[in-house]
């Protein structure tokens, strides 16, 4: 049996529900993964921690007969998508994404059609039937260097997230029509109170996902993914940070950079934890445990929509940068190998 590290968050309570899990997996050959904004004690018994594409292509690497993704619905749907053969099972199927609301399939598809020689660039944080509508597929990794491959005289539709179209818009150069969607996470983040925070803490350079707003972004000394953000602090000089990100990332840098200071960017007034993602709080240790036992909720795609939906994510995969074609990002946790 695996043993789990124990890192503070973990508490003496949790010992026989961590047992269980552990005899589950073993008993059902499962991988579980967990996103970078999962409770920190989910992500200390995942076998691989990281990004949602990263670790769905993880899980095709392995020969576990299930995957446990410790995320959001699309995230899983993305695994099944990639991993067809393999059960795939979620927590709770009520943790879904604000983004992916924000684009229904029918509105999409009626929006394409505005549009019929645009190219359809759609970020990942989307459902398996707006992918299945779409010609590429970007994650905010790899976003612009496949625009730069993109012909200039091609116009781009870019959905759902509009925070992340507007900053590559300004990087790239590329006029865009942009989906009008966002992340209610990101969205939370005050200017005001992150323009207080920065008086108060003048060395700590801030770091921030694309998909917050400009007035947000206009403040960061870097901006990129989440990959990259935990790279950044790594391997920055500086001994505190302001993270403008979902919190629960700051479990990740307080392992890898125990040296390190981290201070999670304010909210709307200043003390929230409204920038925390209540569908990634979903998963609890005990609903893991209770999805693997019962192999549900189950992740079902029917296969000409998979197919359709893989086609862009393979369109991706071919025009990514060679580090994300051999992804190297996820954080294997458990030295577990399949």
Not at 132 to 157: G, M, V, W
Request: charged share 20%; proline share 7%.
């Amino acid at each position: 049996m695996m043993s789990i590290p124990l890192n503070g968050k973990v508490g003496p309570g949790d010992a026989e529900l961590l047992a269980e899990i552990n005899q589950l997996r073993q008993t059902r050959n499962a991988v579980i993964l967990a996103h970078y904004y999962q409770d920190g004690r989910i992500q200390d018994l995942a076998d691989f921690v990281g990004d949602s594409l990263d670790l769905s292509r993880k899980a095709a690497a392995t020969d576990a007969d299930v995957i446990v993704f410790c995320g959001v619905r699309f995230m899983a749907e993305v695994a099944k998508i990639l991993n067809p053969a393999k059960t795939v099972i979620l927590p709770d199927m009520a943790a879904g994404c604000s983004l992916e609301d924000s684009c229904p399939v029918d509105d999409f598809a009626a929006f394409r059609a505005r549009y019929p020689d645009h190219i359809s660039l759609t970020y990942i944080n989307c459902s398996a039937a707006v992918k299945a509508h779409s010609d590429i597929i970007i994650t905010s990794s790899n976003a612009r260097y496949i625009i730069d491959q993109i012909p200039a005289d091609q116009p781009i539709l870019l959905a759902p997230d509009q925070h992340l179209g507007r900053y590559l818009v300004q990087e790239t150069g590329r006029d865009m029509v942009l989906w009008p969607g966002s992340c209610i996470v990101h969205e939370q983040f005050s200017e005001k109170e992150l323009i207080n925070l920065k008086t108060r803490h003048p060395l700590a350079p801030v770091a921030a996902h694309p998909e917050c707003p400009a007035h947000i972004l206009n403040h960061a000394d870097h901006v990129g993914s989440t990959s990259s953000i935990l790279k950044f602090v790594r391997e920055s000089d500086a001994d505190s940070f302001i993270i403008a990100t979902e919190p629960g990332i700051i479990h990740q840098m307080e392992k890898t950079s125990p040296e390190k200071t981290f201070i999670g960017a304010p909210g709307i007034d200043g003390e929230c934890s409204c920038n925390q993602c209540p569908f990634m709080a979903l998963n609890t240790l005990e609903k893991l445990r209770d999805c693997l036992r019962d192999l549900t909720p189950v992740i079902e795609i029917s296969e000409p929509e998979r197919l359709a939906a893989k086609a862009p994510l393979d369109r991706m995969l071919e025009m990514s940068p060679p580090q994300i074609q051999q992804t190297t990002d996820s954080m294997p946790m458990s030295g577990r190998a399949y």
